[in-house]
C-alpha cells in the first residue's frame, strides 16, 4: 500500500514501513505471548483475549492518528504499523525466568523497561551461527540502512545500545557511523519524524547485533515514496555500500519492473528487502529480482543442538510474515520453483515475530520511550544484510541473491519446517515444508557461507 507523489506518472498505494514502534501506547496486543513452558522453571502461561486484543489495536489507531500515522495514510506517506510488544511476556524474558527458578514478568502496557526484554547480540549471533564470524569479521565492510525521514537521535541511541551490551563504540568521530539525505548531505537533512525513528533505531541496532565490527550508513530518504526511497538506495551505493537493508514495502504495481531497473539493479551490490508483515501476500520491493527478499520467523530456544528452533512467524491472518508469487517481477533464473513461473517470495529468513522479538533503544518523539522489545520482517532484513557482510564483499557482477540457492539443502541454512502465515492454493506459498517454502526460503542463517559467493 503506497503511492508516489502527486506529479508522478505512476500511482500507486503508500509505502509503509516495516516492523517498527509507532508509539509505546500503540501497540498491538499479541495473543499467546509466554505460553512456552520451561522444565527448569514453573512457568505461568500468559495470554491475552480477543476482546483485550481488540481494544488494544482500536486505541492503536487512535493513538495514531494523534501523532499523524492513521491507519490509512496519506498520499506518499508510510502508515505506523507497530509491532513493538507491549504486554505479555516475550521469549527473552521467558529464557531469563527459566535460568533463575522464577515466573517471568509482564511488560505493562505504556510503561518502558529499564533494560532490555527482547533478544541482544549474543542471542542473535548464538542462533545464526554467527559468533567467530562477528567477532573477528566484518572490519572495513559497510552495511546502509534506507529509511524515510529523520531520526535526529540515532546516533546518540546506537551509543547507548552498544555500550549496554559491551560493543565497541560506533561513532560519526571515529568513522563508524554516518548518517547522510538521500543526496549524500550530512547537514541537510529530511524532516523528523518519530514513527520513522523507532524504525531506524531497529535497524541500526540490528546490524549492530550481528555484525558489530561493521561501520554503519543510514541515508534517510525526504519522504516515503517510491522515487525517494529508490533515490537513497541510489546513494547508498553511490557512497559505497555493498550491503543494504530496505525495512518498507507495500503492495505490487506494474511499474515494479521500471523501479528495479531506476532503483534496485546494482550488481556487486547485497540488497536485502522485508517480504511485509501483513501475512500471506507478495509485496514490492521484496519482489524485485535484483533483492534478496526476507521472510520471518518466531525464534525459540530448544534443547536441541542448535540450542534453538524457529517456525514461520503468523500473529493473526493480518499480522505475520509476507511471501507470495509475484504478478509482474520475472523469475530469477537461480530460482528454480516450479509452482510461480514469477519472482517467488522469500529468500531466506530471520527473527521477525515480536513476541520472540529484539531488544531495541528509542529515545526520540512520542514513542521514544527507551528500551523496547520490536519486531516484524524489519529485524529480519537487517540482520540478513549483515550476514552478507561477515561473509565478504560479493562478486562484482553477482547478484547476491542467488547465494543460498547455491547451499540450499545443506547445514549451512537451518531449514524451517513448521507454520504457515495464511491460505494459498499453492501449499508452499504459505506454508513452511522440508526445503523451499514461501515463508521462510530456504531458512536462516547457520554461519556465512552460504551468503558468499
Known amino acids: 500500500m503506497r503511492t508516489s507523489p502527486p506529479n508522478s506518472p505512476h500511482i500507486r498505494g503508500n509505502w509503509r ?6 508509539t509505546a501506547t500503540a501497540a498491538l496486543l499479541l495473543a499467546g505471548l509466554g505460553t512456552a513452558a520451561h522444565a527448569s522453571a514453573a512457568t505461568t502461561p500468559h495470554k491475552a483475549t480477543a476482546k483485550t486484543i ?41 529464557k531469563q525466568a527459566a535460568l533463575k527458578g522464577v515466573t517471568p514478568k509482564t511488560i505493562s502496557p505504556k510503561a518502558a523497561s529499564d533494560d532490555p526484554t527482547g533478544y541482544g547480540p549474543s542471542d542473535i549471533q548464538s542462533a545464526y551461527g554467527l559468533a567467530s564470524a562477528a567477532s573477528a569479521g566484518g572490519s572495513g565492510e559497510t552495511v546502509a540502512i534506507v529509511d524515510a525521514y529523520d531520526d535526529p537521535n540515532a546516533a546518540s541511541d546506537l551509543a547507548t545500545y552498544r555500550s549496554y551490551y559491551g560493543l565497541s563504540a560506533c561513532t560519526t568521530a571515529n568513522g563508524c557511523f554516518k548518517k547522510v539525505s538521500q543526496t549524500g548531505s550530512t547537514t541537510s ?10 524504525e531506524e533505531s531497529l535497524d541500526v541496532d540490528m546490524v549492530s547485533a550481528a555484525c558489530p565490527n561493521c561501520n554503519i550508513l543510514l541515508v534517510e530518504a525526504k519522504s516515503a515514496s517510491d522515487a525517494n526511497l529508490g533515490t537513497a538506495v541510489n546513494e547508498a551505493v553511490k557512497l559505497g555500500a555493498k550491503f543494504v537493508s530496505n525495512s518498507y514495502g507495500g503492495s505490487e504495481s506494474s511499474s515494479d519492473t521500471s523501479y ?46 542448535r540450542g534453538w528452533t524457529e517456525s514461520v512467524w503468523k500473529t493473526s491472518s493480518t499480522e505475520g ?132 559467493g
Not at 520467523?297 to 530448544?302: E, F, Q, V
Open 17 to 22: 514501513r516495516l516492523g517498527s514502534a509507532a
Open 54 to 94: 481488540a481494544a488494544q489495536v482500536a486505541k492503536a489507531h487512535v493513538e495514531y492518528a494523534k501523532l499523524g500515522c492513521a491507519a490509512t495514510p496519506k498520499k506518499g506517506y508510510a502508515a505506523c504499523n507497530a509491532l513493538r510488544v507491549t504486554a505479555g511476556t516475550t521469549a527473552f524474558m521467558e
Open 189 to 198: 537533512l529530511p524532516t523528523a519524524d518519530s514513527g520513522w525513528a523507532g
Open 260 to 305: 528495479d531497473t531506476s532503483y534496485y539493479k546494482h550488481p556487486g551490490v547485497a540488497i536485502t528487502a522485508s517480504a511485509g508483515d501483513e501475512a500471506y501476500g507478495a509485496e514490492y520491493p521484496a519482489g524485485s529480482q535484483y533483492v534478496t527478499s526476507v521472510g520471518g520467523t518466531k525464534l525459540s530456544t530448544s534443547s536441541n543442538s
Open 321 to 452: 510474515t509476507g511471501s507470495g508469487c509475484s504478478a509482474y517481477d520475472a523469475k530469477p533464473s537461480w530460482q528454480t520453483d516450479t509452482g510461480c513461473t514469477k519472482r517467488m517470495i522469500s529468500d531466506v529468513s530471520a527473527v521477525a515475530d515480536p513476541a520472540t522479538g529484539v531488544s531495541v533503544y528509542d529515545t526520540y518523539g512520542a514513542d521514544g520511550t527507551g528500551w523496547g522489545t520490536y519486531g516484524g520482517t524489519s529485524a529480519s532484513s537487517p540482520i540478513i544484510a549483515s550476514v552478507y557482510a561477515l561473509a565478504g564483499t560479493p562478486g562484482s557482477s553477482d547478484y547476491p541473491a542467488k547465494y543460498p540457492y547455491a547451499k540450499a539443502g545443506t547445514s549451512a541454512l537451518n531449514d524451517v519446517t513448521s507454520g504457515n502465515n495464511g491460505s494459498c492454493s499453492t501449499s508452499y506459498f504459505c506454508t513452511a515444508g522440508s526445503g523451499y517454502d514461501g515463508p521462510t526460503g530456504w531458512g536462516t542463517p547457520e554461519g556465512v557461507s552460504a551468503f558468499t
